[in-house]
């Protein structure tokens, strides 16, 4: 039933209408280009410490934790900062992390959203003059 379905929030399309920490979507980007390439699998392990040095910077998971050994999986499950700086570094660097950021669609358009906008502007305009509407019914 619709109603029980719009009480559980089940009816919004999370994918499209949430907002998601660049963080958290690029640790996706980065352990999906290193599994493309066959570097790592979900079962690969790393010896992630509490901390890493990182150019000028000391970058620190969310949770605090000793050095501890984690699976590419768990990397991703924890979406473990250092585990995937770890990741980026030993298997990407630089223009291999460019190279997965494009064909992830990275700074390119999306016809799909572009076409989205336009019909969303469309049906506002049509609001504003005072005109029926299918979006917002």
Not at 2 to 13: G, N, S
Not at 15 to 42: C, M, N, R, W, Y
Not at 118 to 133: C, L, M, P, Q, V
Request: with cysteine.
């Amino acid at each position: 039933e619709y109603p029980a379905a719009t009480a559980h929030d089940l009816t919004v399309d999370h994918a499209v209408t949430d907002v998601f920490e660049p963080g958290s979507v690029f640790k996706v980007v980065t352990i999906g280009g290193a599994l493309s390439q066959h570097d790592i699998t979900p079962n690969t392990e790393f010896r992630v410490p509490g901390s890493l040095q990182v150019a000028d910077r000391v970058i620190h998971d969310a949770e605090p934790h000793g050095l501890e050994t984690l699976k590419v999986k768990q990397i991703l499950q924890r979406s473990s900062n250092i585990g995937t700086d770890m990741i980026a570094e030993r298997y990407l660097g630089e223009s291999g992390l460019q190279k997965w950021m494009h064909r992830f669609g990275f700074g390119r358009r999306n016809p799909f959203f572009v076409k989205c906008l336009e019909r969303y502007e469309f049906e506002k305009n049509a609001i504003k003059r005072g005109e029926s509407h299918e979006l917002f019914t």
